[in-house]
């Protein structure tokens, strides 16, 4: 198979981090890309340990010059970008009551505006090639979740943004799909629970109950989600929404 190059923002950490490592141990090259590309090093060190191809890049994916000069980098440095996985996002949790203005447009600024940004600066690659695979990171917060309501909004909106790209970039060879994560363990839940007062292991027991199959989530169960949207053989999967949540969800 050709040689292809990923690009996965986001990846300094968490599930990010488990998506480039598994990409690269896939056989692509990589891009790591993240707020502060100093951050993306243990990504970085996973990789080329393993003998894979990378590089780190630090970004913003909510600035259009910032995107623009990104991926301009990484065709330069790797080769033109056909895989792409919008994982970048932050949280900024609060009831409605609470919740200001900027809580609400950051959180969109970072999950929506970063997803179409990277999305549309990378597709003239994907197109010209032939060959593209999209995945956004959603989540099951998009069914509603109390005190995210600016979180929910931006993953359910991933998720329409996630069906209208598979319909406007199929015919030329460009799949995307979404994965959605119940909850799983990184630093992020483990903030989400110092945000309520329960110490994490209690989080995530309580968590765990809720599931069917009675445990947690890992950053490893989502990158192999991952790495079978953007598999080459998966070219006939795509507009999909995939919950990885350890049981179905209403």
């Not at 109390?146 to 909106?157: E, L, P, T």
């Not at 027991?205 to 989530?217: E, F, H, I, L, R």
Request: with cysteine; proline share 2%; charged share 20%.
């Amino acid at each position: 198979m050709t040689q292809r190059t990923a690009i996965v923002t986001g990846a300094a950490r968490g599930i990010g981090a488990a998506v480039a490592q598994r990409l690269a141990s896939d056989g692509l090259q990589v891009a790591v890309i993240d707020l502060d590309e100093s951050a993306c090093a243990s990504t970085v060190e996973a990789i080329t340990s393993a003998g894979g191809k990378t590089i780190a890049v630090g970004a913003d994916v909510s600035d259009e010059e910032s995107v623009k000069k990104a991926v301009q980098r990484v065709a330069d440095e790797l080769g033109a970008p056909t895989v792409l996985i919008n994982n970048a996002g932050i949280l900024r949790d609060n009831l409605l009551f609470k919740m200001s203005v900027d809580d609400w447009d950051m959180v969109m600024g970072v999950h929506l505006r970063g997803s179409f940004l990277m999305a549309r600066e990378t597709q003239s690659h994907m197109t010209k090639e032939g060959f593209g695979r999209i995945v956004n990171l959603s989540s099951s917060s998009a069914l509603g979740n109390r005190g995210q309501a600016n979180y929910s909004a931006a993953k359910a909106g991933l998720q329409g943004f996630t069906k209208t790209l598979a319909i406007e970039l199929g015919k030329f060879g460009v799949t995307c799909n979404a994965i959605a994560p119940g909850f799983i363990a990184t630093d992020m839940t483990a903030a989400t629970a110092e945000r309520v007062g329960v110490p994490f292991d209690d989080f995530m027991k309580g968590a765990a109950d809720a599931t069917a199959v009675k445990k947690v989530g890992r950053p490893d169960d989502i990158a192999n989600a991952a790495s079978f949207f953007c598999d080459e053989r998966s070219g006939y999967v795509s507009g999909q929404v995939l919950y990885v949540a350890g049981g179905p969800l209403n």
